[in-house]
């Protein structure tokens, strides 16, 4: 019986890990998706036209079509959304200030799972 306590314990704490695991996984997704979103709001705010933000998000899926090994692909996405939208002329065109703290905000951690 105690054998049986000392297996259900070990199993718990694994499940634990895996769940804390998860939690920090999607903790980084979730920053990376608001950083997207404050450059998109930024170029909203910038009058970027539908047609130049369409170009960005079908250069991000082409290029993010074959997802690649041991990273997590929606955060691969995130990212090369992020990079696509951090290069976009109007958001370079800004004052330095604001466009250093744009850039300054990525999170360059790749997560694999």
């Known amino acids: 019986e105690l054998q049986q306590k000392v297996e259900e314990t070990e199993l718990l704490k694994m499940e634990l890990q895996m769940l804390e695991t998860e939690r920090v996984r999607l903790s980084l997704v979730e920053e990376k998706l608001m950083d997207v979103l404050q450059l998109l ?52 065109s800004q004052p330095l200030e604001k466009a250093q703290s744009c850039q300054s905000v990525s999170n360059p951690l790749v997560i694999s799972c």
């Open 41 to 92: 709001q930024q170029l909203r705010d910038l009058n970027i036209s539908k047609r130049a933000l369409g170009k960005i998000l079908l250069s991000t899926l082409e290029s993010c079509r074959d997802p690649q090994p041991g990273k997590a692909h929606l955060f691969e996405v995130l990212d090369t959304l992020y990079r696509e939208l951090t290069a976009c002329g109007l958001l370079q």
